[in-house]
């Protein structure tokens, strides 16, 4: 098989950067080595900035998004049993966040692929790239039992963090830089409508948690926990009666509660690998790059390193300039880097660390009432929390 651009990974960030090219002419396969069923059970994070939602509808998938999803114009830091809300749209000039879930961003990417005929190979087994560092790479994997190959000018490795594509580059090629958290986030999904029509991060002596939700009717919560906790340690009761002491009185009262939908713990980590890009091999998302998930950047990342490849590899089909396809490393992580320092902070600011002293502990709460109190504060956090410009 030949096509132009073979993409690994049928996420948001391959399903869109195949989306993108596709409507300018370019031929592009999709391989993942998950079912689709599977991809699409993925419960994950959707609070998405302008940029973003700017991307999807560029890519002609922002009709439903338009309908359904939830626009918020600020959100709540809460400590010591106050709320403090930061008024994003006030404080940045008009911009929002929009709360649309991963799961519905890709199930109407795939719609999108299916309705242009796209080519996306599900359970695709044994994904591997070959000869990138050439002029002409290719792409092996086996389906139904027989080994296919797909040579092409470009390989995008959209394939996540465990993927393939990071990992067929030369260690000597990569540097890494990683953080790996004391604590994680368990997580509870419920049929419940939220206990606020804006998101709450909440700082409390006993760990940080989180008021979300995806819908006017489905809430999505979190706790701090230990690194090594166990989902089946928690029912639903003591999740609730645990989220409720977190939160301050008020907000606690007026919550409901009723049956998980579903329950998972996730680690905490930063981590990105310099470059990214190897010749004809591009890393995309999360096979580039993790943030933990208080300042809502791991998918926006994604889509900000897809607004880059797909702008590089239009300007090489139109024209033959190699010039994005050159610089395309250095913008994505110029501003990467930037959101890595973000997340840090916001994860400073929120959390509880086991080595923390009760210094540590008040300098956290003094920076959480300077930002809820200067309005130059509270601007650096609203700008970046509904994310900086892709230039």
Same mark, same amino acid.
């Given at each position: 098989?030949?096509?132009? &651009?073979?993409?690994?990974?049928?996420?948001?960030?391959?399903?869109?950067?195949?989306?993108?090219?596709?409507?300018?002419?370019?031929?592009?396969? /999709?391989?993942?080595?998950?079912?689709?069923?599977?991809?699409?059970?993925?419960?994950?994070?959707? &609070?998405?900035?302008?940029?973003?939602?700017?991307?999807?509808?560029?890519?002609?998938?922002?009709?439903?998004?338009?309908?359904?999803?939830?626009?918020?114009?600020?959100?709540?830091?809460?400590?010591?049993?106050?709320?403090?809300?930061?008024?994003?749209?006030?404080?940045?000039?008009?911009?929002? /966040?929009?709360?649309?879930?991963?799961?519905?961003?890709?199930?109407?990417?795939?719609?999108?692929?299916?309705?242009?005929?796209?080519?996306?190979?599900?359970?695709?087994?044994?994904?591997?790239?070959?000869?990138?560092?050439?002029?002409?790479?290719?792409?092996?994997?086996?389906?139904?039992?027989?080994?296919?190959?797909?040579?092409?000018?470009?390989?995008?490795?959209?394939?996540?963090?465990?993927?393939?594509?990071?990992?067929?580059?030369?260690?000597? $090629?990569?540097?890494?830089?990683?953080?790996?958290?004391?604590?994680?986030?368990?997580?509870?999904?419920?049929?419940?409508?939220?206990? %606020?029509?804006?998101?709450?991060?909440?700082?409390?002596?006993?760990?940080?948690?989180?008021?979300?939700?995806?819908?006017?009717?489905?809430?999505?919560?979190?706790?701090?926990?230990?690194?090594?906790?166990?989902?089946?340690?928690?029912?639903?009761?003591?999740?609730?009666?645990?989220?409720? $002491?977190?939160?301050?009185?008020?907000?606690?009262?007026?919550?409901?509660?009723?049956? %998980?939908?579903?329950?998972?713990?996730?680690?905490?980590?930063?981590?990105?690998?310099?470059?990214?890009?190897?010749?004809?091999?591009?890393?995309?998302?999360?096979?580039?790059?993790?943030?933990?998930?208080?300042?809502?950047?791991?998918?926006?990342?994604?889509?900000?390193?897809?607004?880059?490849?797909?702008?590089?590899?239009? $300007?090489?089909?139109?024209?033959?300039?190699?010039?994005?396809?050159?610089?395309?490393?250095?913008?994505?992580?110029?501003?990467?880097?930037? $959101?890595?320092?973000?997340?840090?902070?916001?994860?400073?600011?929120?959390?509880?660390?086991?080595?923390?002293?009760?210094?540590?502990?008040?300098?956290?709460?003094?920076?959480?009432?300077? &930002?809820?109190?200067?309005?130059?504060?509270?601007?650096?956090?609203?700008?970046?929390? &509904?994310?900086?410009?892709?230039?």
């Amino acid at each position: 098989m030949r096509t132009q &651009v073979a993409v690994i990974g049928a996420g948001p960030s391959g399903l869109l950067l195949s989306q993108l090219l596709h409507l300018q002419g370019i031929e592009t396969v /999709v391989l993942e080595r998950r079912s689709q069923s599977h991809v699409l059970g993925r419960i994950r994070a959707g &609070v998405l900035e302008q940029g973003m939602v700017d991307l999807l509808r560029h890519a002609g998938v922002g009709e439903r998004l338009r309908r359904e999803a939830l626009i918020h114009e600020g959100i709540d830091l809460a400590f010591l049993g106050r709320r403090h809300r930061i008024d994003l749209k006030g404080l940045t000039g008009g911009k929002v /966040v929009t709360v649309y879930g991963q799961t519905e961003v890709t199930k109407d990417l795939m719609d999108a692929r299916d309705a242009l005929g796209g080519k996306l190979v599900f359970e695709a087994e044994e994904v591997t790239p070959f000869d990138f560092d050439a002029d002409k790479p290719r792409v092996t994997y086996r389906k139904d039992g027989m080994v296919h190959e797909i040579r092409c000018d470009f390989i995008a490795g959209c394939d996540g963090y465990h993927g393939i594509s990071r990992q067929s580059v030369p260690p000597e $090629a990569l540097t890494t830089y990683e953080r790996i958290y004391p604590f994680g986030w368990l997580g509870l999904l419920s049929e419940t409508p939220p206990v %606020s029509e804006e998101l709450i991060y909440n700082n409390h002596e006993r760990g940080f948690a989180l008021c979300s939700m995806r819908s006017k009717t489905r809430s999505r919560y979190y706790l701090q926990c230990e690194i090594d906790e166990k989902v089946e340690n928690w029912e639903d009761e003591r999740f609730w009666d645990e989220l409720r $002491a977190r939160l301050p009185e008020a907000t606690a009262d007026s919550l409901q509660t009723g049956p %998980s939908i579903e329950k998972s713990i996730a680690p905490l980590r930063s981590f990105v690998a310099e470059p990214m890009r190897f010749d004809r091999l591009f890393l995309a998302g999360d096979a580039a790059h993790i943030v933990p998930p208080t300042g809502a950047k791991g998918l926006n990342l994604a889509a900000s390193d897809i607004h880059f490849l797909s702008r590089a590899l239009i $300007a090489f089909y139109e024209t033959g300039s190699t010039v994005l396809l050159d610089s395309y490393s250095g913008d994505c992580l110029r501003r990467i880097w930037k $959101a890595q320092r973000f997340s840090w902070w916001m994860t400073s600011m929120l959390h509880r660390f086991p080595e923390s002293s009760r210094y540590d502990n008040r300098i956290q709460l003094a920076e959480l009432d300077y &930002v809820t109190t200067s309005k130059a504060a509270a601007e650096v956090l609203a700008e970046n929390y &509904v994310g900086l410009p892709y230039e």
